[in-house]
């Protein structure tokens, strides 16, 4: 059973699945801005490998002309400037059961709102690496396409080259998460994080890297983590459909805070807001793919009669772009709410969210969307 050497697991995950283990971060932490690692969503296909002697793990380069270039975890840590950055990982089925409530049957694991964190990634930039393995990463040439990546368990996928390489794209090579060694659930001892891309690229347990003209041939590149049309049915086209990268955006209610009358004078919620009658407090999180920022989060109040913008709380983020998840909140007079709250955010590039979960549905309910809708009574 590959399953039996799994790691424990903190009781407060939401499990979607156990062999293997899917399992959403708690809501309560989706309101934190980093998410701590106990907590941190966990989606893995297969088995976690037995424990990984970090001693004797190596990365193997795989270049074009089938050389290899090996590193200990060692020479990784010596070789090359370390650099952390703040990252967001979204699982491309975050939402999906939002997407089954709004539209129809959706195949595949019915994430809530948790497949998603936010964590600080300590290691060394991919393009060092290639570089040091001798790609001539500022004139790549025109054959070297993608950098597919392999799983100590078999799980494998690819990135477009750019990205590997792009000095502002930050992709790493991490052995650390929020200051720890990762844990063995998140890739130990080494995983990619292809910051702003659905977090199917980013290959946990990591041993290999091969540059290629083609995109990885693992299903998981070839086949799972694809969109479709709403009519496309359960039989698409799959080589047609373009693999998912970058992210769309997204955004979330976490929480809804009511602050009764009575509580006015001394709760801290009513003091933060200056509140002066009986309020619901709104708060949630936003993100955008691509390192593109949040520019704005738009909340109704009212099923989507009027609309007011939310605070988006300042963090510091470590990296070249926007790569993490903004948290943001707002208060409404109970008197201005009536039936439904929504939200839809909107980045940098003026992207923003579908109304409605039949225009965007494809039957793996992946990229889900859609605004936000969750009853004043609290349920969604
Ligand atoms: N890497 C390996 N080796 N095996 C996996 O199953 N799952 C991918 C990605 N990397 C996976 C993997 C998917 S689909 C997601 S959403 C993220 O890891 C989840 O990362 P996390 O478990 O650290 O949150
Ligand atoms: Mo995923």
Redesign the pocket.
Known sequence: DPFSTDPDRHESLIVRSSR?CNAETPTTALGTYITPNEV???????WVPEIINPETHTLKVELMDGDEVEYTMDELRKKFNPLTITAT?????NRRAHMTRGSRQTNGLQWEMG?I?NAEWTGVRLRDILADAGVHVDDIPEGVKHAQFM???????SIPIEKAIDRRGDTIIAYEMNGAPLPR???FPL?VVVPGH?????????NKIILSDEESTSQ?QRRD?KCFGPNEGKNPNWDAAASIQEMPVQSAITSLKHVGADKLNDSKLARVYGLEEESIVVEGYAFAGGGRRIVRVDISPDDGRSWQQAEILPQDEKGSKAWSWKQWRLAFPVRDVNQYFLVKAVDESYNTQPDSFDAHYNFRGNLTSGWHRVSATGSD
């Open positions: 293997p941190f969503y966990v989606r893995n296909h297969l990982l979204q699982c491309s089925g497949a964190s799983g100590a368990e078999a799980y494998g996928a659930d998140h890739g995983r659905v977090a199917a690229r980013s290959v946990k347990w990591l998981w983590y």
